[in-house]
């Protein structure tokens, strides 16, 4: 039985791109179902992986496989972001592969982005939101619900958060931020994250989270754009190194829940106006969640920052709808390959990658990468918008 053919790559290539993923010696062995100690030996130089197990290598560290035979690694590191905020359980863990994956992509997403903007000759969408020193999180908010044009009357006609979520994406998209979506990465770990790099800031929600939960975190992570504070985020006020952080995310939720819940607007609906006591019921709740396309959650915070119901109440109905949260089935349905990149990466991005192409700017194999459609897939993409 022949042997296998040997790759002769460079082992600090693959020490640097083993790192740049995020892996250690053992979590890169387990995945090729190796020994750490063979991970070793490929780094130092003193043995080499088959052909086969470098390109399972670079798969996993999401580098191209060319790369592992570069003479020297690059100078660059991944980009990090300020840790804000995550999870409870995810409290002292190192980033995922997933995530760190996550975050380099993005940035490339978006220098790709400015390049064919350049090469096209395309004018980058231009953000010019600020905010002032005497800024409080209404003013902000109705400052940027003018800039994104969205009226109350608008916004309920939205009808439901997945509506909602697509039209305020679209609005934040054309006032010049990028918005970017993941997938494959938990809830648990990361709800959202902002590039605050100028021309085009970047917004990355995950698509695991609900449509409800995005819609605020788009605008949270927003906020942090407008304060030129890049970030990495969750939503969980009860997370320990909240504390050490507590203003600034203080604000950036106080902003986002008085843009989507506007408090003139709140106070003049019926149900609210004619209410007695601190004690809401669920279909009270839950009809204002469905005026604003928000969720319960966020209907809750407004009421008692507006002194509508108080710390145990609000505390009491945020445990009982945590617990249902957890308990929720999982959401089943398909995308195709080309609405799957769409719902990821945008239709600016994507209509982009395919201008670029159809004007020979860049080779079909290009535009695969970009957008992680499969040469056929694209091609499908190319001929279905004409």
């Known amino acids: 039985m022949p ?6 790559i460079n082992g600090l290539m693959l020490s640097w791109t083993r790192r740049e993923a995020g892996l250690d010696e053992g979590a890169l062995a387990k995945l090729l179902k190796k020994k750490a100690e063979d991970v070793v030996r490929w780094e130092s130089g003193e043995a080499f992986p088959t052909i086969r197990q470098a390109r399972a290598l670079a798969r996993y560290c999401d580098q191209p496989f060319a790369a592992l035979f570069l003479p020297d690694p690059p100078r660059r590191s991944a980009p990090t972001l300020k840790d804000f905020r995550r999870l409870p359980e995810a409290m002292g863990n190192a ?61 309920k006609k939205w009808g439901d958060n997945r509506k909602a979520f697509s039209a305020l994406r679209e609005k934040v998209s054309a006032l010049g931020v990028e918005v970017f979506q993941s997938k494959g990465i938990k809830v648990a770990e990361m709800r959202g994250f902002s590039i605050n790099e100028q021309p085009l800031p970047v917004i990355v929600l995950n698509r695991q989270d609900s449509y409800a939960g995005r819609l605020f975190t788009l605008i949270h992570e927003l906020v ?14 009860s997370a320990e190194h909240y504390q050490a952080t507590l203003h ?9 829940g ?3 819940v506007p408090t003139e607007d709140l106070l003049g609906q019926e149900v609210v106006k004619n209410h007695q006591g601190m004690v809401w019921n669920d279909e009270l709740i839950e009809h204002l969640a469905r005026q604003y396309s928000v969720s319960r ?23 009982q709808y945590s617990e249902a949260i957890s308990v929720r089935p999982k959401r089943k349905g398909y995308l195709s390959p080309s609405a799957d990149a769409i719902s990821r990466l945008g239709a600016n991005f994507v209509g982009l990658v395919t201008s670029a192409y159809a004007s020979e700017v860049i080779t079909i194999n290009d535009a695969s990468d970009y957008t992680g459609l499969k040469v056929g897939q694209l091609e499908n993409l190319l001929t279905s918008s004409g």
């Not at 990495?232 to 006020?237: K, Q, T």
């Not at 600034?248 to 986002?256: D, M």
């Open 3 to 8: 042997r296998s053919v040997k790759a002769k």
């Open 95 to 155: 980033q995922s592969r997933k995530l760190r994956i996550e975050i380099r992509r993005s940035f490339e997403r978006r220098e790709v982005e400015l390049e064919l903007c350049r090469e096209l000759g395309k004018p980058v969408r231009s953000f010019g939101v600020e905010v002032g020193p005497t800024d409080s999180p209404a003013s902000l908010a109705t400052k940027l619900r003018a800039a994104l044009d969205l009226s109350a009357d608008a916004q």
């Open 224 to 237: 942090h754009v407008i304060k030129n504070v890049p970030s990495l985020c969750d939503l969980d006020e």
């Open 248 to 256: 600034e995310e203080v604000f950036c939720n106080a902003v986002a």
């Open 258 to 260: 008085n843009f989507l």
């Open 297 to 319: 959650e966020v209907i809750l915070r407004r009421l008692l920052d507006l002194g509508k119901t108080n710390t145990q109440f609000y505390e009491a109905k945020r445990r």
